[in-house]
């Protein structure tokens, strides 16, 4: 049987050790994950892993209080924002926001802005390539072009400007949703092959001037590249964080039903 990710979130809410278990086992290597590529210094960071999963765990934790049929991609992109977070990032030296950034990158299209954006989400070209499904010698050189437009927009630049406001720019971005924002649904079509040329045509204009679709459509996609490379944990793997959470260990069919995912 296979245990969805809506039937995860609902047990999960009611507090329930299967829900919770799954959680773990599917989840906890997501989390390493992007901890490792967002804080590699803080990558075998324990406490650090603990307390993003006990800010999970919590009651009034939004992960878990959608009503709807939660998409496992869905999820996913709420806990990698949920861990970003939680992650301290000093402030750029020379900082740069999105108003200047659209003044500068006006001219690329929608695949060239979501290169330069993977670039403040710290991707290389060779990371950021297959995610866009270019050459990583194309991000390459959009990111070249990129780089001397900004560079024409501003009194101060170096060559990392974007990496370095890449957190500040995402959390800027994240909050500047308009009525016209496209869902989430919107580009999971186009991961997964479904959208129609008229609609992946209106998706272009709308992302040659919406930085907040930029990214959310970037976050989708590095979620599925998180998915992906992710190994769900064994049961012994499993207990620690079990234990830190105070789930109570599920009966043996429970366990059986959770190999599944969606």
């Known amino acids: 049987m296979i245990y969805t990710c809506y039937e995860m979130v609902r ?54 209080q959608s009503t709807e049929p939660p998409e496992e991609r869905w999820f996913v992109a709420q806990l990698r924002q949920l861990m970003v977070a939680e992650l301290a990032a000093p402030a750029a030296e020379i900082s740069i926001g999105l108003e200047t950034l659209t ?31 270019v050459s990583p010698e194309t ?21 990392t400007l974007l990496a370095e406001n890449g957190p500040a720019l995402g959390r800027e971005a994240a909050a500047v949703a308009t009525h016209d924002c496209l869902p989430t649904k919107a580009f999971l079509d186009v991961v997964d092959g479904r959208t129609t040329w008229r609609d992946r045509e209106m998706m272009d204009r709308h992302l040659r001037t919406c930085w907040h679709c930029v990214d959310h459509f970037c976050r989708m996609l590095e979620v599925v590249h998180l998915l992906r490379g992710s190994q769900p944990l064994s049961e012994a793997e499993s207990e620690p964080f079990r234990t830190l959470l105070g789930v109570a260990a599920p009966k043996r069919t429970g366990w059986k039903r959770l190999i599944g995912r969606a």
Do not use: N
């Open 11 to 64: 047990d999960c809410r009611d507090r329930l050790p299967e829900g919770w278990m799954h959680f773990i086992s599917h989840y906890v290597p997501v989390v390493r994950q992007a901890l490792a590529h967002y804080a590699p210094g803080r990558a075998g960071d324990r406490a650090l892993l603990d307390h993003i999963l006990v800010t999970v765990h919590k009651p009034e934790s939004f992960m878990f």
């Open 103 to 133: 003044a500068a990158l006006e001219p690329l299209t929608m695949t060239e802005k979501q290169a330069a954006w993977f670039e403040t989400m710290r991707y290389s070209a060779a990371q950021a390539g297959p995610m866009l499904r």
């Open 139 to 159: 991000v390459e050189k959009v990111r070249d072009r990129a780089a001397e437009l900004i560079r024409g927009q501003v009194d101060s630049w170096r060559r």
